[in-house]
């Protein structure tokens, strides 16, 4: 512990920020079998082919080296791969094992090498159902025009279509050559794409990034560009839609650029997947994915793309170097994004999105155990996926928040502007972050560190109760009208709600207000007034069909159904499914056998991040296991 002695309160402040324990600072990736200290991969060169009819991904991936200890052998992540062949620089075989299977994290590779040896390539095919790739056929896209592959490598799952380092902790550049069936594009996370003549083609990222970033889709795309560095890609029926949406990334990101520094990725491109798209972004450099039930058309929603673009700064550019630390990606982010929407909307609107972020994880936080509700959350033995919660997204945001408030905005985002530029391009602990923490912002003003308790918000569970929590006269307006319309009770108190112009925010705090008995007689007038089940905002839908099907209201239910099949997005089917466990029983069939009837028929559309979780909630065994 580093306490100095100038004063008193200086004394406090250090001694409230413990030093880091050794592991946090020279962390081992629990989540992966490599060994980077011994020997680590510094480049991928990718030459593969996308086979639709089998499934599967089958080419070459070669490595190059950096051998620390010469000795040592190359140990790498593979998750049901099919291993062919391994060679050395001189083409020659090299000896190789794949290790016993860990059911969460696959098997090692482990590849003897010879002395000379600074690359090796591996010739290997995936299996039909690995967890990153999720093959669409032509019903399960919006046109329905040809089929559809993508993948989603966080947290661990690039390791199951691509044999490597698959920790965060490893940075790596890369180059690719893709081939595909004739008529359908391929993108990648790369910032120079081209086409050789014979229709294969070609991506280069010159920038290191962790293994879980690495992103490629394939289907039939069409781009618009927003600005000479900015462009929507989606299937060409949703293409212009998305891109009158979207129409504000380039201000986003030179709103960003404005407040945190220079954006470091050339490009910064959106494109919009399938429905099936487990996640709502994802933060792939210069290609982010994102679920087209953002497509609101009135930009209500578009905080997730001010989200994913904040990640070019915190996950991107500076990156958790584990899983354990994982706010450090998303909670930065969360703090950024909300910067951005002020700079964009307007303060009101990002006040709006903070309380209702930090609705979200109270809400969580009274399910979650105590283990779970600390930023630095312990993950030995476990999936990373266990970790992503609110916790790391709002109270990592409220923590920074914090701060920002004790020692003002303008000192506050010129150290976060150091931070991301004195570790542009690593991998970092919590420890790390702490000690930079102390020493370039706590210790330089004692008064405003005063009471600020690090190792309460960061070690302990809970919010604490200093979480800086801003007003919404606009929110506050919405409770009071529940209150006077549960009070009153008649049809003639719905107009009197007000919510003729009511924001996408305020419906869902009006929907989260909603008492908990709220009968199914009450909701029908609510949806004949406003109807709320025909709703083609995402966001008010689920949370509409969610407080139905509770209730036990039957004309939501079709609504539900066709919801379910259609959107693969695990923020809105977790708490869905949970709702039809718990809705009161029809014709005689109780809630969690009608949720397990509909999720036999969704299952196939889903991604393997989404069944992972709805497996474990609804009791389903994955096939094979």
């Not at 970092?428 to 702490?434: I, S």
């Not at 999720?599 to 497996?615: C, K, Q």
Request: aromatic letters at 8%.
């Amino acid at each position: 512990m580093r306490c100095f002695l100038v004063g008193a309160a200086l004394l406090l402040a250090a001694c409230q920020t413990p030093a880091p324990r050794p592991a946090e600072t020279n962390p081992v990736d629990v989540h992966s079998f490599a060994r980077p200290d011994r020997v680590r991969v510094r480049h991928l060169t990718l030459d593969v082919a996308l086979d639709f009819d089998q499934r599967q991904v089958r080419g070459t991936a070669t490595l190059a080296l950096e051998r620390i200890d010469q000795a040592a052998p190359l140990r790498l992540d593979t998750m049901d791969l099919h291993i062919a062949a391994v060679r050395g620089d001189d083409g020659e075989p090299r000896e190789h094992r794949l290790g016993t299977r860990d059911p969460q994290l696959g098997m090692p590779l482990e590849i003897d090498l010879r002395p000379g040896d600074r690359n090796v390539t591996i010739e290997y095919r995936t299996h039909p159902g690995a967890a990153a790739l999720q093959w669409l056929d032509a019903d399960q896209t919006d046109a329905r025009q040809g089929p559809f592959l993508y993948t989603q490598g966080q947290a661990i799952l690039t390791r199951s279509w691509i044999p490597l380092q698959d920790s965060p902790g490893v940075r790596i550049t890369y180059d690719a050559r893709v081939a595909a069936p004739e008529g359908l594009a391929v993108v990648m996370a790369a910032g120079e794409r081209s086409r050789d003549s014979d229709g294969t083609h070609r991506f280069r990222m010159t920038r290191p990034i962790p293994a879980y970033l690495l992103a490629l889709a394939c289907g039939t795309l069409a781009s618009r560009d927003i600005s000479p560095r900015c462009a929507v890609w989606a299937e060409p029926s949703i293409v212009e839609k998305a891109a009158a949406e979207l129409s504000d990334m380039d201000d986003m990101l030179a709103a960003c650029e404005r407040l945190f520094g220079p954006y470091r990725w050339d490009r910064y491109d959106v494109l919009v997947l399938p429905p099936a798209f487990p996640f709502g972004g994802m933060e792939n450099p210069t290609l982010t994915f994102a679920t087209p039930t953002i497509l609101a058309g009135d930009k209500s929603l578009v905080a997730l793309i001010a989200h994913e673009l904040a990640h070019s700064w915190s996950g991107n550019l500076v990156t958790n170097a584990t899983w354990r630390d994982f706010w450090l990606n998303e909670g930065f982010t969360v703090y950024l994004e909300h910067r951005i929407m002020e700079e964009i909307y307007g303060r009101e609107r990002a006040e709006m999105e903070i309380l209702l972020g930090l609705q979200g994880l109270e809400k969580e936080l009274a399910e979650l155990p105590a283990a779970d509700q600390v930023l630095h959350v312990d993950l030995e033995g476990r999936n990373p996926d266990d970790g992503m919660t609110s916790v790391p997204y709002d109270k990592g945001a409220a923590f920074l928040r914090l701060l920002e408030e004790r020692f003002g905005r303008e000192r506050f985002d010129a150290f976060l502007s150091a931070w991301f530029d004195e570790h542009a391009f690593e991998s970092v602990t919590t420890g790390h972050f702490l000690v930079y923490l102390q020493e370039n912002l706590l210790a330089h003003d004692p008064a405003a560190a005063a009471g600020i308790d690090v190792d309460r918000w960061v070690r302990r569970p809970g919010l604490p109760s200093a979480a800086p929590r801003p007003r919404s006269p606009r929110l506050e307006a919405v409770e009071a009208s529940v209150q006077r319309w549960r009070d009153g009770g008649d049809q003639a108190d719905l107009a009197a709600l007000g919510a003729g112009d009511w924001t996408t925010h305020e419906w869902l705090r009006f929907l989260a207000t909603l008492p908990a008995d709220i009968h199914a007689d009450e909701l029908a007038r609510l949806d004949a007034r406003f109807a709320l089940t025909k709703s083609g905002n995402s966001e008010i839908l689920a949370a509409w069909l969610e407080r139905a099907t509770i209730a036990g209201y039957a004309p939501a239910a079709p609504a539900l159904e066709e919801f379910l099949l259609r959107v693969g997005r695990r923020k809105f089917l977790k708490p869905l499914y949970e709702a039809l466990v718990k809705s009161p029983p029809q014709a005689g069939v109780d809630g969690l056998t009608r949720a397990r009837a509909t999720y036999a028929r969704a299952r196939p559309r889903y991604h393997a991040v989404a069944r992972r979780t709805l497996d474990d909630l609804l009791g389903v065994e994955e096939e094979g296991s």
